[in-house]
């Protein structure tokens, strides 16, 4: 009767109902379909990419071909058929028109090689193979810079990313450059003198199973994300209907009846727990079957599903503890609602829903590990991104078992305590 009353409760209040469900759809698809266009046009659509070239010579011509290579960049060097110079280029880039200009600067190319032309004379007159006559003739080169103009709304990681790139390619020109003049010096040769191929490389190895590489995608993350947000959203219904009883005298009359409180706080607890559990699944469901259909990859529950409904079920009981807890201090429901739902949002924040952990500065990580969203979001990647067993994920199952009890056993006590008073 106790889980009864609660579904009544539930029942009346079609607002609290929408809340409940639709508006964590809302946000997963919302969310997700933001999160895969970015990561698209990042990875397929073209930035368009100034270039100011005062330069025109191999090297400038290298990292034209290598911009448009890249297949991230498109290079312009014309704004409505005028050849763009520096200050037009800053112009645009400043207003927010392009996101990037490159300038290279004149005479960067003969500047280069006459620097390496020094240095390579210089090393082979130590060896008494050049003339250091000519090297001591040899005027000062003065260094040059490539100046790069970033959109001011720019983020820090493509502005590190780019200049990356860029530090690369001149550094590849250079030691070409430097090879190709040893080449000259020592005598021209049908065959090269030195092999130009990179002799160090890199290569991502990703976790496999079943011989499919495993390769994270938006809809892995926002699928557990926004099902812990949903299920920790119950905070608020949960203890606005606890207040209620409160204010109204409710609580009173259930307490004088002949059961245990427990039972109350159980009726409570086993309701909102389906709920959770429905929306867990309704979120799955939209990973697997809404969201092939609108371009977005499909979430991979083949054998995980058992161990995700697990996570979700302590969850759901980390969450309905939190709710009970709040709504057992809480005077009045101007307390419970806002609290409630700000809570949930910093909850969210720390506990990496919105921003990776890693990308957080190093006293919000440690201050993470204290959420119980951060607990979960980190038991459905094990299961859905490392391939973990139940062993993996029981120290945070238990973890959120504990703080369900926790909170459960001082909102009792508080309430006993409050009422002996």
């Given at each position: 009767m106790s889980v009864y009353k609660e579904m009544l409760l539930l029942k009346r209040d079609f607002g609290g109902l929408v809340i409940l469900f639709v508006m964590p759809l809302v946000l997963i698809v919302t969310i997700t379909l933001i999160q895969d266009s970015t990561f698209k046009s990042i990875h397929e659509t073209k930035i368009p990419v100034l270039l100011v070239d005062y330069d025109t010579n191999e090297i400038s011509k290298t990292v034209k071909q290598n911009l448009n290579q890249s297949g991230s960049f498109e290079v312009i060097t014309k704004i409505d058929g005028?050849?763009?110079?520096?200050?037009?280029?800053?112009?645009?880039?400043?207003?927010?028109?392009?996101?990037?200009?490159?300038?290279?600067?004149?005479?960067?190319?003969?500047?280069?090689?006459?620097?390496?032309?020094?240095?390579?004379?210089?090393?082979?007159?130590?060896?008494?193979?050049?003339?250091?006559?000519?090297?001591?003739?040899?005027?000062?080169?003065?260094?040059?810079?490539?100046?790069?103009?970033?959109?001011?709304?720019?983020?820090?990681?493509?502005?590190?990313?780019?200049?990356?790139?860029?530090?690369?390619?001149?550094?590849?020109?250079?030691?070409?450059?430097?090879?190709?003049?040893?080449?000259?010096?020592?005598?021209?040769?049908?065959?090269?003198?030195?092999?130009?191929?990179?002799?160090?490389?890199?290569?991502?190895?990703?976790?496999?199973?079943?011989?499919?590489e495993i390769v994270p995608n938006s809809v892995q993350h926002n699928v557990p994300a926004w099902a812990l947000f949903a299920i920790f959203f119950v905070v608020v219904p949960l203890s606005i209907n606890i207040v209620k009883e409160k204010s109204q005298g409710t609580l009173i009359r259930l307490i004088t009846n002949p059961v245990p409180y427990a039972i109350v706080i159980f009726g409570k607890t086993a309701t909102y727990l389906i709920i959770c559990m429905i929306q867990f699944f309704l979120m799955v469901a939209v990973g697997v079957y809404l969201f092939p259909y609108l371009g977005l990859p499909m979430l991979d529950v083949n054998g995980k599903l058992l161990l995700m409904s697990l996570v979700a079920f302590f969850s759901g009981l980390a969450a309905i503890g939190f709710g009970i807890l709040l709504g057992t201090i809480a005077k009045t429901q101007e307390q419970s609602a806002p609290f409630g739902a700000t809570s949930v949002v910093i909850l969210a924040a720390i506990g990496g829903v919105w921003v990776p952990v890693f990308a957080m500065p190093k006293i919000m990580q440690y201050v993470s590990h204290v959420s119980p969203m951060n607990w979960g979001l980190n038991a459905f990647y094990d299961v859905l991104l490392r391939n973990s067993g139940i062993l993996e994920i029981l120290p945070e199952i238990i973890l959120l078992l504990l703080f369900f009890i926790l909170t459960t056993a001082i909102a009792i006590l508080y309430d006993k305590k409050k009422r002996a008073v």
């Open positions: 005028h050849t763009i110079n520096e200050a037009a280029a800053k112009d645009a880039v400043f207003k927010g028109k392009y996101q990037l200009a490159i300038i290279i600067p004149a005479k960067l190319s003969q500047d280069l090689q006459l620097k390496v032309n020094q240095n390579v004379e210089k090393i082979l007159g130590n060896f008494g193979m050049g003339d250091t006559t000519a090297v001591q003739k040899n005027s000062k080169i003065l260094p040059k810079e490539i100046r790069l103009y970033f959109d001011p709304a720019t983020q820090l990681t493509f502005k590190n990313a780019v200049k990356s790139a860029i530090d690369k390619m001149i550094s590849q020109i250079e030691t070409q450059s430097i090879y190709a003049t040893f080449q000259d010096q020592l005598g021209e040769s049908d065959t090269p003198l030195f092999d130009q191929k990179s002799f160090i490389s890199f290569k991502e190895i990703v976790p496999k199973i079943d011989n499919k």
